[in-house]
């Protein structure tokens, strides 16, 4: 990290000599499932938008400071795959969750290890009160109000999940652990990878210790000196196969007239399932989007709008994003097989073939989409000029008059009408008349356009 950089981004954070703090409602918490998400509020736009992009220079700058190799998680160049790929040739397998692992992160963690690149004896202000450590530490952390719902941190000072700076720091502060945590495996000839809270090890076939409580004690001990617990509910164990996050680790034995023994990283047969259950309601049984949501995804959908086209067409936006999705998936195993040769061949030539009818699919969907949009905004643009009365148009009375008995009442009532359909229908308006008419209507209904 430049250190000349980084006090400069600080300056710009700092608008007086006091701390940097967050305003009153800057922040909005929400709650996804069981995890508390902090965000910047987006009422004042460009507000938020300043800050977020010194929060992304200053996160280029903590991207430069070294991690321990063991970290796969929020690093460019690197995947949830590189988190699987170094355990693919073993047997055992022992996967630990950390709790709350954003969140349990302490303060004083943070001030000790960044200790080591921001000096804490240098200050921003002259009179010397006021360290860039201290501010960088305002900002990069957030004080849970005493009346959130997030009850187990209230009042607490933490680093928050939904900061842009958070998934960087977690892993700076965590570099020490990884150490001492890959020397233990190192020592007992165990893989030891670690995705955010996810950790992952792994030894051959003929190594148990990974699978014993002494080993995971061993693990819980190195973790408590930053007081994270382990999530035991969320420990899992397995012997030749791992199945986890919709990936398989598999090491099998083949006897086809030799002995073989195949190490593949692929998708889950539960996701393939998923993918191949998708293409055959789509395009054997031509189902709806809605009928699939619920079907296949459970999804609950109730919307109240004005046209059955919204509906169709938010279903169908629904399913394309669940289609790009096992698209990417099967894409990202594709290109990792090509430098890491983890998949057999078979298996990648059918994940091309369904990569091939999703995207076929995807471009049809699209297309749907696309007419649908027209469609709306043809019926959105219909509805508001069948509300504009003849009355408000710059007619003489006397136009507007033969307008009214001719049975036109509203811009909608004429949006189509023809030159030589209102010389037919209006006695004494001729050809000069009806242009003249025709044109004040087409200026009125471009401003609903």
Same mark, same amino acid.
């Given at each position: ?245 919709? *990936?398989?680790?598999?090491? /099998?034995?083949? +006897? ?5 023994? @195949? %190490? =593949? $990283?692929?998708?889950?047969? !539960? ?68 430098? *890491?040769?983890?998949?057999? /061949?078979?298996? +990648? ?5 369904? @990569? %091939? =009818? $999703?995207?076929?699919?995807? !471009? ?76 004040? +209507? ?8």
């Amino acid at each position: 990290m430049n250190i000349h950089t980084f006090k400069t981004l600080i300056y710009q954070f700092v608008r007086t000599k006091r701390f940097y703090n967050f305003h009153k409602n800057e922040i909005k918490e929400l709650k996804l499932g069981k995890n508390f998400i902090y965000k910047f509020n987006n009422s004042h736009l460009r507000q938020v938008q300043s800050k977020l992009d010194l929060y992304k220079d200053l996160n280029i700058e903590l991207n430069r400071i070294e991690l321990n190799n063991s970290c796969t998680a929020f690093r460019k160049d690197f995947s949830y795959l590189h988190f699987f790929e170094p355990h693919r040739k073993n047997y055992n397998y022992l996967r630990l969750d950390i709790r709350s692992y954003f969140h349990s992160i302490q303060e004083d963690d943070i001030r000790k290890v960044f200790e080591k690149y921001i000096p804490k004896n240098q200050y921003i202000a002259e009179e010397g009160e006021i360290s860039f450590l201290d501010i960088f530490i305002n900002i990069v952390t957030y004080e849970v109000p005493e009346q959130s719902i997030n009850k187990k941190f209230r009042g607490k000072r933490i680093l928050p999940m939904g900061f842009l700076t958070s998934p960087v720091i977690s892993n700076i502060i965590f570099r020490q652990l990884d150490i001492q945590i890959q020397k233990l495996c190192s020592v007992n000839k165990i893989i030891y990878t670690r995705y955010a809270d996810d950790m992952l090890f792994s030894s051959s076939e003929n190594l148990n210790y990974v699978h014993t409580d002494s080993f995971i004690q061993e693990i819980q001990t190195i973790l408590f000196q930053m007081k994270f617990k382990l999530n035991n509910k969320k420990t899992l164990k397995a012997k030749h196969t791992l199945a986890l996050n919709g *990936y398989i680790l598999q090491y /099998s034995e083949v +006897i086809d007239n030799e002995h073989e023994i @195949i %190490n =593949e $990283l692929r998708l889950s047969n !539960k996701k393939t399932k998923v993918i191949n259950k998708l293409i055959y309601m789509i395009n054997d049984k031509n189902y709806s989007a809605e009928f699939i949501l619920k079907k296949l995804f459970k999804y609950q959908i109730k919307l109240d709008v004005d046209y059955e086209e919204i509906v169709e067409k938010y279903n169908r936006e629904q399913l394309l994003n669940k289609i790009l999705g096992y698209r990417s998936y099967l894409l990202s195993l594709i290109q990792f097989d090509k430098k *890491y040769h983890c998949t057999q /061949s078979r298996t +990648i030539t059918k994940y091309s073939d369904l @990569i %091939n =009818e $999703l995207e076929e699919i995807s !471009k049809k969907y699209q297309q749907r989409i696309e007419s649908l949009e027209k469609k709306i905004q043809n019926k959105k643009f219909l509805s508001k000029i069948s509300q504009v009365s003849i009355a408000s148009l710059v007619l003489s009375d006397w136009k507007k008059r033969k307008l009214w008995d001719a049975g036109y009442e509203t811009l909608y009532d004429l949006h189509e009408v023809r030159e030589d359909e209102l010389i037919y229908k209006i006695d004494g308006v001729g050809k000069v008349k009806a242009i003249e008419i025709l044109k004040i +209507i087409e200026n009125e209904i471009q401003k609903y356009k």
